[in-house]
């Protein structure tokens, strides 16, 4: 019996609450699976799309004809949270029921400490939102001021700051209600980026890198596997070249010197072997596993995925 971390990529939510309550059934079915055979689970997921959506949503109808107040980033982060964890726990629900499998599930709205003076926030490089071509970027640049980059080869997207995470306010909380069974969503999003004002915690705007405070919340409840769940089976060099090859076992050395030769895209694939990288130095647990969500179950019984290990 394992403790595991499971962080949803964002090709398991879809791109609109329709089709993101349509793909968790998928979700619920691998996550039952793993807690049926004892293991104790936790599932942190993304919200890039979804609090870009909430941000559009709330900038029209504050500056529709029927003014509403806008809502701070922070608070748009805590809706995304609530909706995102709402769907995952009651497919989790349904599909405990569907097994006659006695269990608990419950999201935790998270909030993740991080510093006020760290440098992401005067270089903001994490993408949210929709995906646009460079021409409507350009557009969406000059009309708003945002920051408009090219995301990994899939077009345009905004980015925020991305601070470091450095404290999971809820630790405490996940890790009692996952020790008494029950399977916890938390961390959503990243985490809702809080910082330490004279012993007071304030929201502030941003967006912390899921895989980042997945392997925080990892740490700090002791979990004996980081599993994170992405489009490919495995982890890739030279991906989408002729000559691309699959890793099945990385040690921190290989993987550190793959970062340096720019193997891993910043958006994508990096963020995820850097988190892994950080369980694994920094514990006395020393494997993770990066793989797709078809592919979770078989990559604990180690036929797939990439091991992401301590040299």
Do not use: W
Request: glycine share 8%; hydrophobic share 40%.
């Amino acid at each position: 019996m394992s403790k595991i971390v499971i962080a949803l990529g964002g090709n398991a939510l879809g791109k609109d609450p329709y089709e993101q309550l349509s793909l968790l059934t998928n979700v619920a079915r691998v996550i039952v699976d793993l807690a049926k055979d004892g293991n104790k689970v936790v599932v942190t997921h993304g919200n890039g799309p979804q609090i870009g959506q909430i941000l559009m949503a709330m900038e029209y109808a504050s500056n529709g004809e029927v003014k509403t107040p806008n809502m701070p980033f922070a608070e748009c982060g805590s809706m995304s949270q609530g909706y995102i964890g709402y769907h995952i726990q009651q497919s989790i629900f349904n599909e405990l029921k569907k097994q006659n499998i006695n269990k608990n599930t419950a999201t935790v709205v998270t909030q993740v400490l991080v510093d006020s003076k760290d440098e992401a926030f005067q270089n903001p490089t994490k993408p949210i939102g929709m995906f646009y071509s460079k021409d409507e970027a350009l557009k969406i640049e000059k009309e708003k001021g945002y920051v408009m980059v090219e995301d990994a080869g899939r077009g345009y997207r905004r980015v925020v700051p991305s601070p470091i995470p450095i404290d999971i306010i809820e630790k405490d909380t996940i890790n009692k209600l996952v020790d008494e069974g029950n399977i916890v969503i938390a961390v959503g999003g990243g985490g809702i980026p809080v910082v330490n004002e004279d012993n007071t915690l304030k929201g502030t705007a941003a967006v912390i890198d899921k895989d980042r405070s997945s392997a925080l919340l990892a740490k700090q409840i002791n979990a004996d596997m980081l599993l994170i769940l992405t489009a490919v089976d495995k982890v890739y060099i030279n991906y989408n070249k002729d000559n691309v090859e699959a890793i099945d076992v990385m040690d921190s050395t290989l993987a550190r010197n793959l970062i340096e030769k720019g193997e891993f895209a910043k958006g994508s694939m990096l963020p995820k072997v850097e988190a892994c990288l950080d369980f694994v130095e920094n514990t006395t647990n020393t494997k993770a596993i990066i793989t797709s969500l078809d592919k979770a179950y078989d990559a604990l019984l180690g036929k797939t995925g990439t091991i992401i290990k301590r040299r």
